[in-house]
Every structure is written in structure tokens, then in C-alpha cells.
């Protein structure tokens, strides 16, 4: 799909969704939006795509909001543009949200910028590949609101509730290096968009089923006590052992060869 917005390619089961808005450093407008939702929905519906790399075009991932949005957010500029915001903010948590439930793996490269909405849009990810001069910021405590775009609930379990409130609360910005110290970042690499890629062919070649249950069980912990995540974590991973593509991965590996999974 070539869209405006959002461009997606899938090629050898890697799924390329790449915001495409570079004059506006990729922020989030109503169009840009819908058209992350509907970049979503074609890598969902898309049986060859095995892993997700998101990114941004031109000089950063993704600026946040565009600042156009804020009047209606804060009740100025009339009623068609307050009714305007209320219709982006039902769309907002999805547009994060749907990278968290999408089955497969979902892999940020993030360089230039990472705020607010575009932090969030991040967290959204599985992993994130951050540059060493990146810069990450929940800034919308500025605008005096709330990252609502499931800020809230993906930060704290990355970096502690203290060290979320600590960037929700004051809305500083850090670089890639420190994101990765504290534990905003998976790894940090001079150019997070090929190092993404180059991790995306790795697990491509891993069993597809396993990679889908490893990330469910990981995404549904916190909600567990122990002793219930224990007996999901049997339930769900009993019907890996003995698939094809399980078997296939004990032959690839005992034959040193690359898997051929389906």
C-alpha cells in the first residue's frame, strides 16, 4: 500500500510501515491517524507478514500531536473543532493499542524525535532500536494533559512507576543513550532503521507460532498472579510443542540449516 500517510511494504515475511510525513517531522494529524490504523489492519490481515518494523521518514519518528489539534483540546476554536478532537482522541489509544495486540512482532526504529504521541507510538512497539541522539520526551504535561494514548499504562512497566512519573510529571526529554539506561530502549544503534531490519530478518527466521506466544504471554503478565500467569504460560505454550514449524526448527537447527517454516 503507498498512502499519503503511511507507506507499507511486506517483503519476505517483514512488514516495512513507515509514517510518511517528513515535512511535519510525522506528527499525528486526523489523516495521519486513520491511515495507521488502516497500515495496521493490512499487516493483521497479511498471512506472509511475520515481523513489523515501524519508522518514520525524514529527520525523525514521530514529533506527537500536530499542534493544530491543541485549540479544540483546550476548548478554543469553536465547536466543530472541540467535536473534531473528541473524534481523534476515540481513535488515539487504538492507534498505539493495535501494535500491542498485533500477534507478531512489532520493532520501533526510532531516530530524530520520539514526543508525546509519537513517544507513545513507540511504547506501542515490542522493541524499540533507539539513536544514540534520539530524543524521547512525554511532553504533553506542557500542553497541561495526560498521555492518554496508553502512556499511562505501557511506560510504567518499562521504567518503574517512579522514573514514568518522574518524564510523565516534568516532561524532560532524554536521549537514546539514557532511554536505553533506564530502559525506554531495547538497543541503541547509529542507524535504528537498518539495525531493525537486520533484527527483523533474524526472527523471521524463528518459528512463527512460538514468536506469537512468547509475545501474548509477555503482554498479558502483569494482569496475573503468579500463579495464574504460571498456568497460562503451560496453557498456551503446550500447543507449540509438536506443530510442523516447531519440528521444522529442531531439524533446521540439528541440520544447521535455515528453517523453512510455514
Not at 72 to 80: I, N, Q
Not at 122 to 137: C, K, M, S, T
Not at 141 to 169: E, F, H, K, N, S
Request: hydrophobic share 45%.
Amino acid at each position: 500500500m503507498s498512502d499519503e500517510r503511511v507507506r507499507v511494504t511486506v517483503t519476505d515475511g517483514v512488514a516495512d510501515v513507515r509514517l510518511a510525513r517528513p515535512d511535519k517531522r510525522n506528527a499525528l494529524d486526523r489523516e495521519m491517524f486513520h491511515a495507521v490504523l488502516a497500515a495496521a489492519d493490512q499487516v493483521g490481515a497479511d498471512p506472509s507478514a511475520r515481523v513489523v518494523v515501524l519508522s518514520g521518514e525524514g529527520k525523525g519518528f514521530c514529533a506527537g500531536l500536530d499542534v493544530s489539534l491543541f485549540g479544540a483540546r483546550s476548548g478554543e476554536g469553536g465547536d466543530d473543532r472541540v467535536r473534531l478532537f473528541d473524534e481523534i482522541r476515540a481513535v488515539a489509544q487504538q492507534v498505539v493499542r493495535v501494535w500491542v495486540e498485533l500477534p507478531v512482532p512489532v520493532i520501533a526504529a526510532v531516530h530524530g524525535v520520539a514526543l508525546g504521541g509519537g513517544l507513545q507510538l513507540a511504547l506501542g512497539a515490542d522493541l524499540r532500536i533507539v539513536a544514540p541522539d534520539a530524543q524521547l520526551g512525554a511532553l504533553e504535561i506542557r500542553w497541561g494533559i495526560v498521555p492518554d494514548m496508553c502512556g499511562t499504562q505501557l511506560l510504567p512497566p518499562l521504567v518503574g512507576p517512579d522514573v514514568a512519573l518522574d518524564l510523565m510529571m516534568t516532561g524532560r526529554m532524554v536521549n537514546g543513550s539514557e532511554a536505553l539506561r533506564i530502559g525506554l530502549a531495547t538497543r541503541v544503534a547509529d542507524d535504528p532503521y537498518s539495525a531493525a531490519h537486520e533484527l527483523a530478518g533474524e526472527l523471521r527466521g524463528r518459528n512463527p507460532h512460538a514468536l506469537r506466544v512468547m509475545k501474548g504471554l509477555v503482554r498479558t503478565t502483569p494482569t496475573f498472579t503468579l500463579e495464574e500467569g504460571l498456568r497460562h504460560e503451560l496453557d498456551a505454550t503446550a500447543p507449540v510443542f509438536g506443530t510442523p514449524n516447531q519440528r521444522e526448527a529442531v531439524r533446521a537447527n540439528l541440520e544447521g540449516r535455515p528453517p523453512r517454516f510455514t
